[in-house]
């Protein structure tokens, strides 16, 4: 164990056909042999912006404009600790090189599973993969309504919806699923369904999102369909302890509520903010904020390293 971690400036360098910039790490180097996102280490007095531009010139002869953080990890390697600072960057002038002797690749999101990337990165491919948004559907008094509103999202261009739907029992909310799932897979969108894995499974459900109680109660192997390639599990957290539940899962993403009072549960009090930005830095998984959230607060939750916002009232 290692305490003291190394700041790591690092660039998700996107093109404008949504291909990613990986470059592979020198054999003698740390982590050497793996394929790596452009980067290196923060030096003293360097902001960790500054250090990216300078990186990416050093590396690549490329120069960058850093858009926005991605995500946060904090990673022991047991020899050495790093705290990857990842950042997006969709807007670079220069064509790249690698000016260090190595190898770079443009590649697509879906080819980055097939690189051997350092263990720290694995939530950075999720990161990378998962939209800023994760709607969730809200009141509906019938089939037509439902399915129109979940067209009209899908067309707006969210990707990522959980169907919610708490005051029908399970056999109708499998029902209704089971069509809806057909719509947003039609349509390029991932519908995240709630209820027991097995269900949802058997269902051809591809994303279960947990709630609290179930992240208490299921097992690893309960859950084992869920992590399979092209799956996604997601869980609701409220504190530490359900974070560590959720990454002991190997959940691909978390909503962290309640942000700020909301309609939907009126009686529970907001997380103060100093905890909510504390459970955001320490998790490694990507994280959604929820809890009357507004698409005006998205860079906010960029800064502190959140993957973006999750909502009913922001779009249903
Ligand atoms: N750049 C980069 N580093 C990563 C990634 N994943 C990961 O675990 N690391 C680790 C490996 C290293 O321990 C550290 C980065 O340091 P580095 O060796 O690139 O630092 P540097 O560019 O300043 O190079 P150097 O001259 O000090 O060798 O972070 C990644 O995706 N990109
Ligand atoms: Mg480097």
């Known amino acids: ?63 960058v404009k850093p858009s926005r953080r991605l995500i946060a990890i904090t990673h022991d390697y047991g020899d050495k600790c790093v705290m990857l600072d990842v950042w997006y960057v969709d807007h670079l002038s220069g064509q790249p090189v690698g000016l260090e002797g190595q190898p770079i690749r443009w590649v697509t999101m879906d080819e980055l599973w097939s690189y051997t990337f350092p263990s720290a990165n694995k939530p950075i491919i999720h990161a990378i993969q998962l939209p800023s948004e994760y709607v969730i559907t809200g009141d509906f008094i019938d089939y037509d309504e439902l399915f129109s509103k979940v067209r009209r999202i899908i067309d707006q261009g969210h990707r990522l919806i959980q169907f919610r739907a708490p005051q029908l029992g399970e056999k ?6 089971s069509e809806l799932l057909l719509f947003c897979e039609a349509a390029g969108c991932r519908l995240m369904l709630k209820g027991s894995p097995q269900s949802v499974y058997q269902l051809g459900g591809k994303g279960l999102h947990l709630t609290a109680q179930q992240l208490k109660q299921v097992t690893a192997i309960d859950i084992e369909s869920f992590k399979q390639p092209g799956y996604l599990l997601a869980a609701s957290c ?32 907001p997380l103060p903010d100093e905890e ?14 929820l809890g009357g959230m507004s698409k005006d607060q998205l860079p906010q939750t ?9 909502s009913i009232r922001a779009y249903w």
């Not at 109708?172 to 699923?177: F, K, P, T, V």
């Not at 909510?276 to 904020?289: A, G």
């Open 172 to 177: 109708d909310y499998l029902a209704i699923a």
């Open 276 to 289: 909510r930005d504390l459970l955001t830095h320490k998790t490694t998984i990507p994280v959604y904020w």
């Open 1 to 63: 164990m290692v305490s003291k971690s190394v700041h790591v400036a690092v660039a998700v360098i996107v093109n404008t056909s949504g291909e990613v910039l990986i470059a592979k790490r020198a054999s003698h180097q740390h982590q050497g042999d793996k394929w790596e996102f452009p980067g290196g280490k923060v030096e003293s007095g360097e902001e960790v912006t500054e250090a990216l531009v300078r990186e990416c010139q050093e590396e690549l002869n490329i120069t």
């Open 302 to 310: 960029w800064y502190q390293g959140a993957q973006g916002i999750a």
């Open 238 to 269: 409220h504190n530490e302890e359900e974070i560590t539940l959720a990454e002991q899962l190997g959940a691909d993403l978390i909503t962290l509520s309640p942000i700020n009072y909301t309609q939907s549960h009126p009686t529970l009090m």
